[in-house]
């Protein structure tokens, strides 16, 4: 499967403490997004990579939130002391930005579900 | 900021019926606009998109969309559908933000159910 792959698909956890997911991206693709989707409403965006440079982070992404890409490759998302709030499908996408392009297009992963109890 | 609206929140049409869902956006510069699809159980799925030029783009599956800019809307079509159409649908902006840094923003999406 050459598609987007997110670890785990399912997690659940208890207030306070800490997850972590993972995103593999497209293998080629240089840049990659992260979105929060709850109930009723489209994804939300959270922040995105050009290989290895985060170059934005929304305000929902509050300090309790850390993502990072070390190598320009896969990526994690790390939220610290979890609230029930959190509790959300937490989509990955990647895409293939090029030089002159002004656009690009995103392709999803399957999502972790991140239930806080 | 930019938003996207997409009026219909639920839908349902027998088969054959023919489609439209709205979407509308809010931005005044240059737009990307998508149309996306989550059938259930699965991961949202590009269904079309519009960069530039001819602003009727067909998709895939039958489905096309016409970017009418005047309007800032981005209405997805379908003639004809299929039970296996029974999906939801998200509508979603990609633009520059004023620092240079794309931004994609996602409507609450249209909960399409046919029925046989």
């Known amino acids: 499967d050459t598609g987007v792959s997110q670890d785990p698909r399912h997690k659940i956890t208890k207030r306070g403490q800490n997850v972590t997911f993972r995103c593999d991206p497209i293998s080629e693709h240089n840049r990659l997004y992260w979105y929060r989707q709850t109930l009723g409403q489209g994804p939300e965006f959270l922040t995105y990579f050009q290989n290895e440079a985060q170059l934005e982070k929304s305000r929902l992404l509050s300090d309790r939130f850390s993502a990072e890409r070390p190598k320009g490759s896969f990526s994690t998302l790390e939220i610290q002391r979890t609230e029930q709030g959190d509790s959300a499908m937490y989509l990955c996408?990647?895409?293939?930005?090029?030089?002159?392009?002004?656009?690009?297009?995103?392709?999803f992963g399957p999502g972790t579900r991140l239930t806080v109890l | 900021a930019q938003s996207v609206s997409q009026h219909n929140h639920h839908v349902i049409l027998s088969e054959a019926a023919s489609l439209e869902l709205g979407c509308n956006y809010s931005y005044g510069g240059t737009v990307n606009l998508f149309w996306y699809v989550q059938y259930p159980g699965q991961h949202l799925q590009l269904l079309l998109k519009y960069f530039s030029g001819d602003p009727l783009v067909k998709g895939i599956k039958g489905f096309e969309a016409e970017f009418i800019k005047s309007k800032f809307s981005f209405n997805l079509r379908k003639p004809s559908v299929q039970w296996s159409d029974t999906a939801e649908y998200f509508c979603?902006?990609?633009?520059?933000?004023?620092?240079?840094?794309?931004?994609?923003?996602f409507g609450t999406g249209t909960k399409l159910q046919v029925i046989p």
């Open positions: 996408a990647s895409s293939l930005r090029t030089s002159g392009g002004n656009t690009d297009t995103q392709y």
């Open positions: 979603a902006v990609n633009a520059q933000d004023s620092g240079g840094y794309q931004k994609v923003t």
